[in-house]
C-alpha cells in the first residue's frame, strides 16, 4: 500500500535587517558629526565676527580680508542662525532622541564664551565689548538652539505603532 503524499509546511526564512544591530553606531556617529560640525561653524562664525566692509573690498582686490577697515558686515549673524539649525536638527534626526540637541548647543556656547573671554598675546580680547556683530552673532545663535528646543517641547512624543500603549494605532 501507499501512504498519501503530504507537502510539507515550509516556512519561509526570517529576513534580517541588513542594518540590524547598527541603530547605536549611526547615533554615534551622528552625535560626533555634530560636534565636528558645531566646532567648524563656530569657527567660521568667530572669523566672519570681525569682517568689515573695506575687508570685502579688500578680498575682492585678492587681499586679505581682515585687514580692511570700515562698518562691520553681520553676515556671522544669518550664518550663525542658518548653521545652528542644520546642526541641531542634524543632531536630533541622526540620533532619534531629543536630547542629542544638548550636545552642540552646550558645546557651541562654550566655545563662544571662551572666546569672548580669551585675551590674545597682545592683550586684546578674541571679541571685543565693542564687536556688535560678535555679541549679537552669540545671542543669536543660542537663541537659535533654545527655539529650536522649543518647537520639539511644543511637538508631542511620536510613539511606535506596536507599542500596545493607550492611544497608539
Do not use: C
Not at 567660521?44 to 569682517?51: Q, S
Not at 558686515?73 to 544669518?78: G, H, K, L, M
Not at 543632531?91 to 552642540?104: D, E, S
Request: glycine share 10%; charged share 10%.
Amino acid at each position: 500500500m501507499t501512504e498519501p503524499i503530504t507537502e510539507a509546511v515550509v516556512e519561509p526564512p526570517v529576513a534580517r535587517q541588513p542594518w540590524a544591530g547598527w541603530d547605536t553606531v549611526i547615533r554615534v556617529a551622528g552625535v560626533v558629526v555634530s560636534i565636528l560640525a558645531t566646532v567648524v561653524t563656530a569657527a567660521i562664525e568667530l572669523e566672519l565676527t570681525a569682517l568689515r566692509s573695506g575687508g570685502v573690498a579688500e578680498l575682492f582686490a585678492g587681499r586679505n580680508p581682515w585687514a580692511g577697515s570700515g562698518a562691520a558686515v553681520p553676515i556671522a549673524i544669518p550664518f550663525a542662525v542658518g548653521a545652528n539649525l542644520a546642526i541641531a536638527w542634524f543632531a536630533v534626526t541622526t540620533t532619534g532622541r531629543r536630547w542629542a540637541l544638548g550636545v552642540p548647543w552646550a558645546l557651541w556656547t562654550l566655545l563662544m564664551l571662551a572666546a569672548a573671554g580669551t585675551r590674545t598675546a597682545e592683550g586684546d580680547y578674541l571679541i571685543g565689548g565693542k564687536n556688535w556683530v560678535a555679541l549679537v552673532t552669540i545671542l543669536v545663535g543660542s537663541l537659535t538652539f533654545a527655539v529650536y528646543s522649543y518647537r520639539m517641547i511644543l511637538r508631542p512624543v511620536p510613539r511606535p505603532a506596536d507599542s500596545g500603549l493607550p492611544g497608539s494605532v
